[in-house]
């Protein structure tokens, strides 16, 4: 990180000069109204603004509370414990947690060098992340998403251990300078720079930890996962083994959490692909079908039609037009 915006963020500040001064605890009225543990917008956002950034107060316990917003933590240097939902969660230097609305978090005191930004941000701060990602059918992208802005009641959080992933440091970096400077149209460029790191993030789910009241949620981006990064040939078999369960119980297992076969999910992926082939690249039809796993060009024809009502020929001209 820039040396001058991680001294900036390092500062003592007058809560934790007041903690250091002996007040053993947080001052809830900067956080909460009344007797709550609803940490509130209000107290964090001036009005107007979707997001906002602070740094983690150090020095004392935080305790266990919620949110009425989603709740973004990116450790700048050292690491914070965190409890959410009952998990015990330790964020390093580098790495993002993302919480949604619907989870209880207490945090353990931190040291001077454990430095931490808090992002406060209200739901529809993500619509232009989310178009930006496009609404293709893709249900790993699904998932992350309604998963990110807290749609998925029982997931708490998102842990991302992406310290070695430099696009994503740099992501947030900007952001940070962006939310903490002055400049014109910085509404368009923060929610820009968080389309980017979402697509980002959905590159590298092989790194995420999910916090969920069920170990199905965890189960289902693995399998998600596994279609994403092998579905021009991964077969069911290649996924059970891989998970070290039997055949007929994953199989039933897929169906229950998404709705559909492992057929239909591989299937859907494909044709996703295919679509992006054939209009940001000049690849042959042909070559496309077998790119994603069709051997058979006239069974690669039907299944593109009965979904798109057209061949792909026809879909890219109309594309091109």
Not at 49 to 63: G, L, Q
């Amino acid at each position: 990180m820039n040396q001058q915006l991680y001294e900036e963020l390092k500062k003592i500040t007058e809560e934790e000069k007041e903690i250091l001064a002996g007040k053993n605890e947080i001052d809830r009225n900067r956080y909460m109204e009344d007797k709550t543990d609803i940490i509130d917008n209000k107290k964090l956002l001036n009005e107007g603004n979707m997001i906002s950034v602070r740094p983690h107060t150090r020095f004392v316990n935080f305790p266990k509370h919620t949110h009425n917003y989603v709740e973004v933590i990116y450790m700048c240097s050292g690491e914070t414990t965190h409890i959410i939902n009952g998990d015990k969660v330790v964020l390093k230097q580098g790495e993002l947690l993302f919480l949604s609305q619907n989870a209880t978090q207490e945090i353990l005191a931190a040291g001077e060098e454990d430095v931490a930004v808090n992002f406060i941000i209200m739901p529809e701060f993500f619509d232009k992340a989310l178009h930006m990602i496009g609404e293709e059918e893709n249900p790993l992208k699904k998932f992350i998403v309604e998963s990110l802005t807290g749609k998925n009641g029982d997931i708490g959080y998102l842990h991302f251990c992406v310290a070695d992933v430099l696009p994503i440091q740099n992501l947030v970096e900007n952001l940070i300078w962006t939310i903490k400077n002055d400049i014109s149209n910085k509404r368009s460029i923060n929610q820009t720079t968080m389309g980017l790191l979402f697509l980002q993030l959905m590159n590298h789910t092989d790194k995420a930890r999910v916090g969920a009241e069920s170990q199905d949620r965890e189960l289902l981006l693995t399998i998600l996962r596994y279609i994403e990064e092998n579905y021009s040939s991964g077969e069911l078999t290649g996924l059970a083994k891989e998970l070290n369960y039997d055949l007929y119980w994953i199989s039933k297992k897929v169906k229950q959490l998404t709705g559909k076969t492992y057929t239909d999910l591989v299937q859907q992926k494909r044709l996703s692909q295919a679509l992006f082939y054939l209009t940001n690249t000049n690849i042959s039809v042909a070559d496309i079908g077998e790119n994603i796993g069709y051997d058979n060009l006239s069974y690669f024809h039907k299944i593109f039609r009965k979904k798109y009502g057209m061949t792909p020929k026809q879909y890219r001209n109309q594309y091109q037009k």
